[in-house]
């Protein structure tokens, strides 16, 4: 997947983005750092197709999901039916043991029949979660993801995104170095007109930190 010279502007001159290239690889998860409003969101937008772009083009973008911090999915109905509607929405045929079999893994399966208002916001962003599992689309975005949910459910996603990500190319927003230590495989730090890549070498949570406060200082400069 690849974006090429893209520009975004709001309010008809403000350039949000302006230029921006970089070709994703498949086989890795990525990271997106940058300072507070700098685009991240907006980019994961322009690159799901749900934002429109003012120059440039956007390749191999044709099966993308992209997960926010606020999903909203149907309220009044089971997380069952969720799944199964939305499974058959997007024509996958998945058999009913399977799905089940994913409810269980993320301690979902006692609560498959319950009304979807009545979840947390941790148990509706875990079924999301197996949604993203069952359906496999080329490209996951994920907006500042995991907030609400406990350490051993982010484990078990980390784990699967790496069984996953030969087939899934995964690309998430984030303001916590600890997050991407641990799931990234490279880091990406964004500015308004560039992309700056580094792999995810490094040997602590802290220096992983240090390193990210020296881009931004030296992107103030």
Known sequence: MKIEKIVKTYDGSRKVIDNLSFEFEKNKVYSIFGKNGIGKTTLLNIISGHLSIDEGRVFDNDDVML????????????????????LEHKK??????????????????????????????GMK?????????LIKPKVLLLDE??????????????????????????IFST???????????????????????????????????????HLMKENEK
């Not at 998945?94 to 009545?118: G, H, P, Q, R, T």
């Not at 308004?192 to 602590?204: A, G, L, M, Q």
Request: no cysteine.
């Open 67 to 86: 997960i926010t911090e606020h999903m909203i999915i149907f309220e009044y109905i089971t997380g069952l039916e969720f799944l199964t509607l939305t």
């Open 92 to 121: 996958k045929k998945i058999e009913v043991e399977v799905i089940n079999e994913w409810l269980e893994k993320f301690e979902m399966l006692d609560s498959k029949d319950m009304y979807i208002a009545e979840y947390s916001a």
């Open 125 to 133: 962003y875990k079924l999301m979660m197996i949604l993203i599992f």
């Open 145 to 170: 993801p995991f907030a609400e949910l406990d350490i051993l459910t982010v484990k078990k996603i980390n784990k699967e995104f790496q069984k996953i990500k030969n087939e899934v190319l995964i």
């Open 175 to 213: 303001h916590t170095s600890n997050l991407a230590f641990q799931m990234s495989d490279e880091i990406l730090y964004l500015t308004r007109k560039k992309i700056y890549p580094f792999k995810n070498e490094f040997h602590s949570n802290e220096e992983l930190e240090n390193y990210i406060e």
